[in-house]
């Protein structure tokens, strides 16, 4: 069993920038592929983006490509959004999630186990 425990999320001024963090429990973090969802009541959930076990390969949605950066650090168990440039549209609760098998994808249904999610407001 993995627990996801996003941080970072609040209200932020358009144009601003946050960095959501999630931290992983487990010793097996550096074998899973981990991607960021988002969503808004009465949508379906959105991929943001996802990173592949190693790091080595990232994914992103075209909405948030050029100002978003996902990232990790294996020997912390954690996997970063780092957001900038944001807009209200990116309001949303943010949710991180892991895949069990190492390649990412930005399937949700892929995804083995969630996060609670984090609120994140962007005020126009």
């Known amino acids: 069993q993995v627990q996801l425990v996003e941080s970072g999320g609040r209200l932020v001024q358009t144009g601003g920038s946050l960095r959501l963090s999630c931290t992983a429990s487990g010793r097996t973090f550096s074998n899973y592929a981990m991607g960021w969802f988002r969503h808004v009541p009465g949508k379906e959930r959105e991929f943001v983006a996802a990173i592949n076990w190693s790091g080595g390969s990232t994914y992103y949605a075209d909405s948030v490509k050029g100002r978003f950066t996902i990232s990790r650090d294996n020997a912390k168990n954690t996997v970063y959004l780092q957001m900038n440039s944001l807009k209200p549209e990116d309001t949303a609760v943010y949710y991180c999630?892991?895949?069990?098998?190492?390649?990412?994808?930005?399937?949700?249904?892929?995804?083995?186990?969630w996060g609670q999610g984090t609120q994140v407001t962007v005020a126009s």
């Open positions: 999630a892991a895949r069990v098998a190492g390649r990412a994808t930005t399937s949700s249904v892929t995804y083995n186990y």
